[in-house]
C-alpha cells in the first residue's frame, strides 16, 4: 500500500509543479513517521524516500539509531534543553521559533563543532494553538541571529489552519513566501519553504514550497 501511496504522491507532486511552471525534482518530500513504527519506516526506505521528519525527540531516538543513514528532520516545537539531544542527529531543523533556542542551538553548535542547518518558524495564520513567530517580529528575529555563526538559516517553516478546502490555506503559504522573497539576502540565503501537508501539499506548491512534510497520505 505504502509504494502505491508513494506513487501517487509523486504524482500529484508533478501535477502542482506542473500547474505553478515549476521543476518537481526542487520539491522535497518528508515522510511524517511520528505515528509510525520501525517497518514503515523501513518500507518507506525502501521505496526510496530519504527524508523523515520527526517531532518528539525521545520517541524518535530508536528510529535515528536502527536507521542512520536516512536524513531526519525535527520538525515539532523544540525545547531549548533538548537542542543537545537534536542537533548531532538530525539533517534540519525545522522549528526555530524563539531566541532562547537559537542561543541554546548556537551552544550546542560550539560543544560539538557542528552547524544547525535551520528554518525559522513563523505563525502566518496567527492562530494561538501555533508556535512560531508573528511576520512582523521576523525581520527583528533574523537581525538578532545574524552573529550566531552556528546557525544556518535556511529558509522559513509554516504550518497552516486546517480546512475542509485546501484552497482557504493559500494566503498563509503565500504570505511566508512573500517574507522569504522579501528578507533573503546574502547574509541569509533562503533558499527553503517547508510548509504544506497532506491535506493541502498541493496548494503549498504552487505556491512556492520547496518541502513538503506528509505523513497519512503515505502511510495511511
Not at 17 to 28: E, K, L, M, S, V
Not at 69 to 94: C, R
Not at 134 to 159: N, Q
Request: aromatic share 10%; glycine share 6%; hydrophobic share 40%.
Amino acid at each position: 500500500m505504502l509504494a502505491d501511496n508513494y506513487k501517487k504522491l509523486l504524482e500529484n507532486i508533478e501535477v502542482a509543479a506542473a500547474r505553478a511552471g515549476r521543476d518537481p525534482q526542487d520539491i522535497q518530500l518528508i515522510a511524517v513517521t511520528k505515528y509510525v513504527g520501525l517497518n514503515e519506516v523501513k518500507e518507506a526506505a525502501k521505496v526510496g524516500i530519504k527524508d523523515f521528519g520527526e517531532n518528539r525527540v525521545q520517541e524518535a531516538d530508536e528510529k535515528i539509531k536502527q536507521f542512520p543513514g536516512l536524513n531526519w528532520h525535527f520538525i515539532g516545537h523544540l525545547q531549548s534543553n533538548k537542542a543537545k539531544d537534536v542537533l548531532p542527529y538530525y539533517t534540519m531543523i525545522h522549528s526555530l521559533d524563539r531566541l532562547s533556542l537559537a542561543k541554546a542551538l548556537q551552544r550546542c553548535g560550539e560543544r560539538f563543532n557542528l552547524t544547525a542547518n535551520v528554518l525559522v518558524q513563523v505563525n502566518t495564520s496567527g492562530e494561538e494553538s501555533k508556535f512560531g513567530l508573528a511576520p512582523d517580529e521576523f525581520p527583528r528575529f533574523l537581525e538578532k541571529i545574524k552573529s550566531y555563526d552556528r546557525l544556518r538559516v535556511r529558509g522559513l517553516m509554516t504550518m497552516a489552519p486546517f480546512y475542509d478546502d485546501p484552497e482557504a490555506v493559500r494566503p498563509f503559504f503565500r504570505e511566508l513566501r512573500y517574507l522569504r522573497d522579501q528578507y533573503s539576502s546574502n547574509e541569509f540565503d533562503l533558499e527553503h519553504l517547508s510548509m504544506g501537508m497532506t491535506n493541502d501539499y498541493m496548494i503549498a506548491i504552487e505556491e512556492g514550497a520547496t518541502i513538503i512534510r506528509v505523513g497519512s497520505a503515505l502511510f495511511g
